[in-house]
């Protein structure tokens, strides 16, 4: 069974609009980090934002929030008043195991979604 | 420019050759990854060092493949006899608290 699955091959969204990205997590683990990462085409991964398995609330940065829900296994990414720049692909990836201040385990990425915002 | 450092970004080399890339992490980050992403796919997983150590290798990480990280700041990835399937991106990241920090990657290119 896939650990990360993401329903979403590709997206077409209008500018300005709001924009979930969906991911959905397997693991057996009580402790884990969520991670989503942005690949323009440029190719490099630019980290967005993280939530703890034990976080009691949803991660927020800037214009993304995680929308985490531990018992569907969910941690859909939410990209508030999108722009032309979001366009690129995005990565939903999960750490297993327990966190004490630094990452242990290398990271399993989901397939990714490729997001387009049109004018 | 204090992010993560690959050389040489392109790599264009024949099947049977060896080759090897150099990641620099961010100076106070202990723990490296290196992973590899083919098109349209996400990164996968293929080794870890924490300071020196290797700590963790991936199945994908076959005996053609070495890592070292050998005074716990810079690492190399070695492929050795290089296949037209290591053709992929090799990405390396660092991390001193738990997110990882990517750097530009090195693409292969196996004819």
């Known amino acids: 069974a896939q650990k990360i699955t993401q329903t979403q091959p590709g997206m077409f969204v209008q500018e300005k609009e709001a924009v979930t990205l969906d991911c959905t997590y397997d693991t057996s683990d009580p402790s884990y980090g969520l991670f989503w990462y942005k690949q323009p085409s440029s190719g490099e991964m630019i980290f967005l934002i993280y939530q703890g398995s034990y976080d009691q609330q949803n991660a927020t940065e800037g214009r993304y929030s995680l929308n985490f829900q531990k018992a569907r296994k969910s941690a859909n990414l939410v990209i508030s008043a999108s722009q032309l720049g979001d366009s690129a692909m995005y990565f939903c990836a999960m750490r297993e195991g327990s966190y004490s201040g630094g990452g242990a385990d290398g990271l399993t990425f989901g397939k990714g979604t490729h997001l387009i915002i049109q004018p | 420019d204090t992010g993560v450092s690959q050389d040489p970004r392109h790599k264009i080399t024949k099947r049977g050759q060896n080759v090897t890339f150099r990641c620099d992490p961010i100076s106070e980050h202990n723990r490296l990854y290196w992973y590899r992403q083919t098109l349209g796919q996400g990164p996968e997983f293929l080794t870890y060092f924490q300071n020196e150590a290797q700590l963790e290798k991936s199945r994908l990480l076959s005996d053609r493949f070495s890592a070292e990280r050998p005074k716990g700041s810079f690492s190399t990835l070695e492929i050795q006899r290089t296949e037209q399937g290591d053709s992929a991106m090799y990405l390396c990241?660092?991390?001193?608290?738990?997110?990882?920090?990517f750097g530009p990657g090195t693409r292969l290119t196996v004819l």
């Open positions: 990241a660092s991390s001193a608290r738990g997110e990882q920090f």
